[in-house]
């Protein structure tokens, strides 16, 4: 069954504004992964964090993980119009590498001008 | 990260042909994976692609349905064989291991197929 949920599925805010996206996992990780895709084009990787991190930042973008809950949230601050797109998250698990990632049916995000 | 490419970005298909699905890197890697969009859902990995070795596919796919060739450490091929318009998908190849990222998985920009 697919690993990954993702709520909301769709999200519309105004630019300048915060955009939080959660995610929930059935099994345990090694790491998850957010990633940003584009109308249907190839995927942008955003940041990993790993089963042992709670909390991760890289610019604007803010990632935890909650392994008792199985849940991660993307913390997107001070939103532009540019960040429109489709984010997934994506769990790896098994062997620590050469994991195969279950992605996350995604949250399409609206930055309205 | 890596550079990946892929070839072709899309390409337009009859029913009961074949495309083969190009993806190279610009380093040497040793996991490659193929994964599918299907229209308007999420990715599913359909096989990971190990040098020297035979691919090793998920549940739901087979190697008749999708030969999958890796030669070397920067170059993997897809190809979609008997192809219907249930095949219609965005295929993306992705890296693990490149570039000095450990467990990052880099994706190619796709190849939207379109089975008429």
């Known amino acids: 069954s697919q690993q990954g949920e993702e709520d909301p599925q769709a999200l519309s805010i105004q630019e300048g504004e915060n955009a939080t996206m959660n995610c929930s996992y059935k099994t345990s990780i090694n790491n998850l992964q957010w990633y940003r895709q584009n109308s249907g084009r190839g995927l942008v990787h955003l940041i990993l964090?790993?089963?042992?991190?709670r909390e991760k930042h890289s610019g604007r973008l803010r990632v935890t993980l909650d392994t008792s809950k199985k849940s991660s949230s993307l913390l997107i601050t001070a939103s532009r119009a540019a960040d429109t797109a489709s984010y997934f998250c994506?769990?790896?698990?098994?062997?620590?590498?050469?994991?195969?990632?279950?992605f996350g049916e995604g949250t399409q995000l609206t930055v309205n001008p | 990260s890596a550079v990946i490419s892929q070839k072709p970005s899309r390409d337009i298909c009859q029913r009961g042909t074949s495309l083969t699905i190009q993806c190279q890197v610009d380093?040497?890697?040793?996991?490659m994976f193929w994964y599918r969009q299907q229209p308007g859902q999420s990715l599913t990995l359909i096989a990971t692609a190990n040098q020297g070795s035979e691919a090793t596919y998920e549940s739901g796919f087979v190697i008749d349905k999708f030969p999958i060739s890796r030669p070397n450490l920067t170059f993997s091929t897809l190809t979609v064989s008997n192809m219907s318009p249930e095949d219609s998908s965005i295929y993306l190849c992705s890296v693990e291991g490149a570039g000095g990222y450990y467990n990052e998985q880099f994706f190619g920009p796709g190849t939207r197929l379109t089975v008429l």
């Open positions: 380093s040497q890697v040793t996991m």
């Open positions: 964090i790993r089963s042992n991190e």
């Open positions: 994506a769990t790896a698990s098994g062997e620590t590498s050469g994991s195969r990632l279950t």
